[in-house]
């Protein structure tokens, strides 16, 4: 049996975190169309956008084999509208490069590792869909990679400046964190920790936009990834 019994429910509170990033996804790239400056950026956001919105009917199907029965609504929803007000309200402002950061560098960076996290654990219990699943991590990695790309040529040409970018777009990141851990209880029900996941995203963040807080998390001592990685 490739999932254990009790892991369903909890796999698709993961999955509806993954779902509501991808819509939010779609409706950025989407926006950004109009807020890119050069044709072949237009046409990757383009790209994105489609692919985004197969993402979300992807992670939906799942969530519909794994959980047949509606699940109440989960307490991300409320943090994740608050991430979308934000972004947003750049897109109000045409404000590209804060649009950037939040969502092809953090909302993209901290998706790409939830997946490729999980795509760990399921490589070994020979899940199906392998192809499927790379390819949807490729995907996230373009986006992320297309991201970073563009902002330095932003910041390298001077349009951006590191500290007025840094100011303007810190705001994302306490939230993204608090998206995160508000699926703590599914994390810990197959014995993965946030916090670990939160530390790996951070360290594939621009050295500009990392942050070393020192404020406390809850965790639990346990041998990492036991459940799905068995």
């Given at each position: ?7 369903h ?29 050069a044709?072949d950026?237009?046409?990757f956001?383009?790209?994105q956008?489609?692919q ?21 609504p ?9 991430y ?12 590209f ?5 939040a969502?092809?560098i953090i ?15 399921l ?56 998206l995160?851990f ?13 916090q ?9 963040l ?7 807080s ?9 041998q990492?990834?036991?459940?799905i990685?068995?």
């Amino acid at each position: 049996m490739l999932i254990k019994f009790g892991e369903h429910v909890h796999l698709a509170q993961l999955l509806t975190f993954m779902v509501l990033g991808e819509q939010l996804a779609h409706d950025c790239a989407q926006a950004q169309i109009s807020l890119a400056p050069a044709r072949d950026m237009k046409t990757f956001l383009a790209s994105q956008a489609r692919q985004e919105g197969y993402h979300a009917l992807a992670f939906q199907g799942a969530i519909r084999w794994l959980t047949p029965q509606s699940q109440h609504p989960s307490p991300m929803s409320e943090h994740m509208n608050a991430y979308r007000a934000l972004l947003e309200a750049a897109i109000a402002r045409q404000d590209f490069a804060e649009t950037l950061v939040a969502e092809q560098i953090i909302l993209e960076g901290l998706g790409e590792t939830i997946l490729k996290k999980i795509e760990a654990g399921l490589v070994k219990r020979g899940a199906p869909f392998h192809r499927l699943r790379r390819m949807l991590i490729h995907q996230e990695e373009a986006h992320h990679q297309f991201g970073l790309r563009v902002l330095n040529t932003m910041l390298e040409r001077d349009e951006e400046s590191y500290e007025t970018l840094r100011d303007r777009t810190q705001k994302y990141l306490p939230l993204a964190k608090r998206l995160l851990f508000s699926a703590q209880d599914a994390f810990y029900s197959i014995n993965e920790d946030p916090q670990d996941y939160w530390d790996e995203f951070q360290q594939h963040l621009p050295a500009w936009l990392q942050t070393h807080s020192s404020q406390p998390h809850h965790s639990r001592p346990f041998q990492l990834a036991t459940c799905i990685h068995s």
